[in-house]
């Protein structure tokens, strides 16, 4: 048999090419794409030699900035798997195979989910008829906690394996969503939106801690746009994963092509900013963004994208809390 490709292998193929394709977001997330698909494939591969093939058809998905395409330079962790149900020692399988996909990530550049969102936890490793149990749950349980897992279970998508589980899911989760009437309870748990502007046209840059000085672009610019478009899909059952795919596929009866558009860009520049302009030495540090780097029209398009983030998100609530209101009177 050829021998394996290694981690380390992936790892210095990533660290060699990763500065070549950071030029844009869109170029980046598919690097991204292709080191995750070379290391599930070497996580299989090991797993074949020690345990035999899958014992049945399975999906293998990412969500968060992943499933959104959305990653910047660094990027943890978040995925899980969907299998065809069988027996214990199938569970046993894809457990053992999601926790050398999250120790094979690990090695290749992605640190552990902090909230242990990824395939080696069980709660993240099912089959697809216990999925659509764990999904009715959530919806039907809508407290925060279930909530936001079932967020980001819908910004999942499928890198290797049947990408129609997750289409299945996505479809009966949406489903029960409309028939309980939870879009505003949706809402409520993404309500709290982080302002970047002040009311006299300042950045509200951080004011302690190793960021003092710098914009918290995440929280303050993505975050509305990310929110808000997940809301919209939502409400027209929208499968892609993307924001800007997500703004796409919206129809012009409920957001104008013009709107979109200028939305779309808005998301482009600030995602491209935050790859220009942050320092990018760990993690953490790609959240952030170093105003004082901007020209004045950098500056004046950074305010632009910011507020158009809060505009949209604006926007959504208001059509929520409208239908809300009319689907109780």
């Known amino acids: 048999m050829a021998s394996l490709v290694t981690y380390a292998q992936i790892r210095k193929s990533r660290d060699r090419e990763i500065r070549h394709v950071s030029s844009s977001s869109a170029s980046l997330n598919l690097f991204h794409d292709q080191i995750i698909r070379q290391t599930v494939a070497a996580a299989l591969d090991r797993i074949k030699e020690e345990s035999g093939p899958p014992p049945s058809p399975f999906s293998f998905f990412v969500m968060g900035s992943a499933g959104r395409r959305e990653q910047g330079i660094w990027s943890d962790q978040d995925h899980g798997i969907i299998y065809e149900g069988g027996p214990a020692q199938t569970k046993h399988y894809f457990l053992k195979l999601g926790n050398e996909i999250s120790e094979g990530l690990l090695q290749t550049g992605y640190k552990k989910c902090e909230g242990n969102v990824m395939a080696s936890n069980p709660m993240w490793c099912r089959s697809l008829e216990e999925w659509e149990k764990q999904l009715k749950e959530w919806v039907l349980d809508a407290s925060w906690e279930s909530i936001r897992y ?4 819908l910004d999942g998508r499928t890198l290797h394996g049947e990408s129609s589980f997750i289409t299945r899911l996505k ?41 003092t000085g710098m914009l918290n672009i995440k929280d303050t610019a993505l975050f509305p746009y990310v929110n808000g478009a997940r809301l919209l899909a939502i409400h027209e059952k929208i499968l892609e994963t ?4 997500r703004l796409e596929e919206l129809p012009d009866s409920l957001l104008p092509r013009r709107e979109r558009d200028k939305l779309r860009d808005s998301f482009i520049n600030l995602q491209n900013y935050r790859l220009l302009f ?28 910011l507020k158009d983030g809060i505009h949209l998100y604006e926007y959504v609530r208001k059509l929520v809390e409208k239908e809300d209101r009319d689907g109780r009177e």
């Open 242 to 245: 993307s924001t800007i795919q």
């Open 171 to 211: 479809l009966r989760a949406y489903e029960t969503i409309h028939q309980g009437k939870l879009l505003v309870r949706i809402l409520q748990n993404t309500m709290h939106v982080r302002k970047g502007v002040g009311v006299l046209g300042q950045f509200l840059v951080e004011t302690h801690g190793p960021y």
């Open 278 to 305: 942050s320092n990018h030495s760990d993690y953490e540090s790609g959240h952030y963004l170093a105003v004082d780097r901007l020209t004045k029209q950098q500056r004046k398009v950074l305010k632009e994208g």
């Open 150 to 153: 079932l967020l980001t279970f």
